[in-house]
């Protein structure tokens, strides 16, 4: 017999309210009398959790070396540009946020894939002939981190293969991975000034390859790809019907030598997702605003795929209210000068970076063209005493207070990356210790002594 009880509770002006407790399937119905189960405690994390693993933090936290006490040290291994407070964002950015939080519109909640307001914003800046794009195509998302997961989640399936960058931003490998797809490396060539190996990646391709990604400009080589090589990669995912995420959150941050082509504009066969924001080029990472683009000109992702994107952007709603509501007026009012003046920088911190370590014997660094990082190799058999680049890196952190991002964190071992947003005076202090400390530690490889006695 079913039992409903019905308490009937009203306090002065207070409407009643009506506190129902059902007990539905009769007397034997009772808490905790599931039937087979054994009462114990038994909580265990689930396998997703698991299954996430993030490179970078594996290595990092696994240090344990302590910097040295005389020296202050000087860390080049964070990619957020306003670490240091040496590039702040424009105050027309900042006033656009003070605008949007006084005009008490966006402190609701808004649609889990953003206002439509700024989805036409971000559709019309990123508009253009070759790739036309609306509101509809837009989902804007907390940051670009969350974009990169939405697409991985809605065009993979555990069991099946997404192809990374090697070396690569470690996101793609937590993220697919905790998703039970498995990963794929296809390789960066530093000679080619880190292009893509294509022979090699169009090998790793077979029928349970669910999407290609392409980091252009790249973290951590500081790559930009010419429009020829981005033609040859398209036709790759053409010729093997891929779909490509295109992570471009460093778009239009390249130096004065160098282009950035949007992917999607050089092609209407493949279907591009392609991943941006503002936390880069706007200097603004912990602002969570980014976006994803929906080229799909031959209609190949069709319904299914932007409504799954719809559904898992419904699971957390979005960025936040009033970063949306100012980002008509970041996208409208940020001077060209801004972005001129951080390129600047960035050109001139990678050309003293680069010129700086390319005179130390031991190492070799690659030219970057781009975004806020560079490569550099470690000849490891001028530096018989440490293993790999980890034991370098820490030893480094060590005796001269600089911190290196081994390169082991992005699957590319003995290379360690550096950031290049710093200050100048302080890279270069950092320029010279790691200077200092190659000396202390370098040796002739075995036959190369006249090398060393030049």
């Known amino acids: 017999m079913d039992l409903y009880v019905i308490q009937m509770n009203g306090k002065g002006s207070l409407p009643p309210v009506l506190d129902v407790h059902v007990n539905i399937g009769g007397k034997n119905s009772l808490p905790g009398k599931g039937k087979g189960r054994k009462a114990r405690w038994s909580v265990k994390p689930s396998d997703m959790s698991n299954n996430t693993f993030n490179p970078i933090r594996a290595i990092v ?81 907390s940051g670009c981190s969350q974009a990169i997961e939405l697409c991985l989640a809605v065009l993979a399936n555990p069991g099946q293969n997404i192809l990374v960058p090697r070396p690569g931003f470690s996101l793609y490998r937590t993220l697919a991975e905790s998703l039970g797809v498995e990963v794929r490396f296809y390789n960066l060539l530093p000679e080619k000034s880190w292009e893509i190996d ?16 392409i980091n252009n400009p790249s973290n951590p080589c500081g790559s930009v790809f010419r429009r020829s090589h981005l033609q040859k990669i398209l036709a790759v995912a053409a ?18 030598d160098s282009k950035f082509e949007p992917l999607a504009n050089l092609s ?28 799909d000109r031959r209609d190949i992702f069709g319904n299914e795929i932007r409504d799954g ?14 970063v949306q509501g100012a980002l008509k007026s970041i996208l409208r009012r940020t001077p060209r000068e801004f972005y001129h003046n951080t390129l600047s920088f960035l050109k001139s911190s990678a050309d003293l970076c680069y010129g700086a370590l390319a005179a130390i014997p031991g190492l070799r660094p690659i030219r970057p063209l781009g975004a806020m990082y560079l490569m550099v190799e470690i000849e490891m058999e001028h530096f018989p005493e440490f293993e790999n680049d980890e034991e370098f890196t820490e030893r480094l952190i060590a005796e001269q207070s600089v911190q290196l991002l081994p390169a082991k964190c992005f699957e590319y071992p003995n290379f360690f990356r550096v950031v290049i947003t710093v200050p100048e005076v302080m890279m270069l202090e950092a320029c010279s210790r790691i200077q200092e400390f190659c000396e202390q530690h370098y040796h002739c490889a075995e036959g190369s002594q006249e090398e060393c006695d030049k």
């Open 61 to 141: 936290d696994s240090m344990k070396v302590k910097p040295n006490p005389d020296k202050p040290m000087i860390s080049l291994s964070i990619g957020d540009p306003t670490v240091f407070g040496n590039l702040p964002t424009d105050p027309e950015v900042t006033q656009a946020m003070k605008d949007a939080l006084d005009s008490g519109k966006y402190n609701g909640y808004a649609p889990s894939i953003g206002y439509l307001s700024s989805r036409e914003e971000i559709a019309s800046y990123y508009h253009c002939p070759e790739a036309p794009l609306e509101a509809k195509d837009v989902i804007l998302t």
């Open 198 to 213: 294509l022979k090699q990646l169009e090998s790793l391709i077979d029928e349970k390859t669910a999407c290609l990604i």
């Open 239 to 256: 010729r093997q019907c891929v779909p490509i995420l295109a992570d471009e959150i460093y778009a239009d941050m390249v130096f004065s």
């Open 268 to 295: 209407s066969d493949v279907p591009i997702l392609s991943c941006g924001g503002l936390a880069k080029r706007w200097l603004v990472p912990g602002w969570r605003l980014g976006w994803i683009l929906i080229h």
């Open 309 to 322: 994107l719809v559904k898992l952007s419904q699971r957390i709603l979005g960025p936040c209210t009033i």
